[in-house]
């Protein structure tokens, strides 16, 4: 299998070709590619696949061999490598995903990088919660008012493609240390918290710099802590914009890199970023 390997804020995919549906079991064919030991190493798996509905279909799979219904920075990077491949002929153009049809605009084409603007759909109601972490990092339970103790957080649940908890870390005195510290300690058992059954969410952990900027670490459903995490920006962004008091327009920084949410009429969200071609290869056996 000739691949392709793009990393968008520092969030890596292997992406290949499968317009003619000849590859084997995706999930299985994602989780060994991904493996960073013995496969490639990645964050997830995604597939060009032909579509009916849209120009080209995105398949794309999470690092453990789940599947996903979308990603923000595999989108960007996905779309980069349709068009570099001439699978699409044009700038603008749709995506299918398990997400629904997704609006593309490539903003510059060079030879190594691509910024690509997503047009992400539209962030549904984000409802407010009180999750209470024990020392062992499982939620206790939800309250109905915010507790400053240590490990108490403010936190918003929405769906922007897939599952998210937004939780705001006022207090990360060193900024983005302490927000990695905090999803590394408490992602895992958030993600699979029987609040959050059957499906498990990505969890954001995010300080508001000022009105324009953010910063946010994310533990990723099926992957773990990244670097970057396209849809966790969209979603941190949202619930800053809309229970924060921030702009329509945020600078979401993370670990990786960065990205610009906007947000238009009727509540729709865009993604702006980089995408990066950093090698190709051939999976052998």
Same mark, same amino acid.
């Given at each position: $299998? *000739?691949?392709?390997?793009?990393?968008?804020?520092?969030?890596?995919?292997?992406?290949?070709?499968?317009?003619?549906?000849?590859?084997?079991?995706?999930?299985?064919?994602?989780?060994?590619?991904?493996?960073?030991?013995?496969?490639?190493?990645?964050?997830?798996?995604?597939?060009?696949?032909?579509?009916?509905?849209?120009?080209?279909?995105?398949?794309?799979?999470?690092?453990?061999?789940?599947?996903?219904? $979308?990603?923000?920075?595999?989108?960007?990077?996905?779309?980069?490598?349709?068009?570099?491949?001439?699978?699409?002929?044009?700038?603008?153009?749709?995506?299918?995903?398990?997400?629904?049809?997704? =609006?593309?605009?490539?903003?510059?084409?060079?030879?190594?990088?691509?910024?690509?603007?997503? *047009? $992400?759909?539209?962030?549904?109601?984000?409802?407010?919660?009180?999750?209470?972490?024990?020392? +062992?990092?499982?939620?206790?339970?939800?309250?109905?008012?915010?507790?400053?103790?240590?490990?108490?957080?403010?936190?918003?649940?929405? =769906?922007?493609?897939?599952? =998210?908890?937004?939780?705001?870390? *006022?207090?990360?005195? &060193?900024?983005?240390?302490?927000?990695?510290?905090?999803?590394?300690?408490?992602? =895992?058992?958030?993600?699979?918290?029987?609040?959050?059954?059957?499906?498990?969410?990505?969890?954001?952990?995010?300080?508001?710099?000022?009105?324009?900027?953010?910063?946010?670490?994310?533990?990723?459903?099926?992957?773990?802590?990244?670097?970057?995490?396209?849809?966790?920006?969209?979603?941190?962004?949202?619930?800053?914009?809309?229970?924060? +008091?921030?702009?329509?327009?945020?600078?979401?920084?993370?670990?990786?890199?960065?990205?610009?949410?906007?947000?238009?009429? &009727?509540?729709?969200?865009?993604?702006?970023?980089?995408?990066?071609?950093?090698?190709? +290869?051939?999976?052998?056996?």
């Amino acid at each position: $299998m *000739d691949f392709y390997k793009y990393q968008g804020a520092g969030n890596d995919f292997v992406i290949t070709d499968n317009m003619d549906l000849t590859l084997g079991e995706k999930s299985k064919i994602a989780a060994e590619v991904c493996d960073r030991r013995f496969g490639v190493g990645a964050d997830g798996f995604i597939a060009a696949e032909p579509s009916e509905t849209s120009d080209v279909k995105m398949a794309f799979y999470n690092a453990d061999g789940s599947e996903a219904g $979308m990603c923000g920075n595999g989108i960007r990077c996905f779309s980069k490598f349709v068009f570099d491949m001439g699978i699409v002929d044009k700038s603008e153009f749709t995506v299918e995903t398990g997400d629904g049809e997704k =609006h593309i605009n490539i903003i510059n084409s060079s030879e190594l990088v691509t910024e690509v603007k997503v *047009d $992400m759909g539209f962030y549904n109601e984000i409802t407010q919660i009180m999750c209470s972490i024990d020392d +062992g990092g499982v939620i206790a339970g939800y309250q109905t008012e915010k507790n400053a103790e240590n490990d108490s957080f403010e936190a918003f649940v929405t =769906h922007l493609g897939v599952p =998210h908890a937004v939780v705001f870390a *006022d207090n990360a005195g &060193d900024g983005m240390n302490t927000l990695n510290t905090l999803a590394e300690k408490f992602g =895992h058992d958030i993600e699979y918290s029987e609040k959050f059954a059957p499906a498990r969410t990505n969890v954001n952990f995010v300080k508001i710099i000022d009105k324009e900027h953010i910063l946010c670490s994310t533990w990723e459903r099926g992957a773990g802590k990244t670097l970057a995490c396209g849809t966790g920006a969209c979603s941190s962004a949202a619930a800053a914009y809309l229970n924060r +008091g921030c702009g329509d327009a945020i600078n979401v920084k993370m670990p990786g890199g960065e990205v610009t949410v906007s947000f238009g009429k &009727d509540c729709t969200v865009f993604m702006q970023g980089t995408a990066v071609l950093t090698f190709k +290869g051939s999976v052998l056996g």
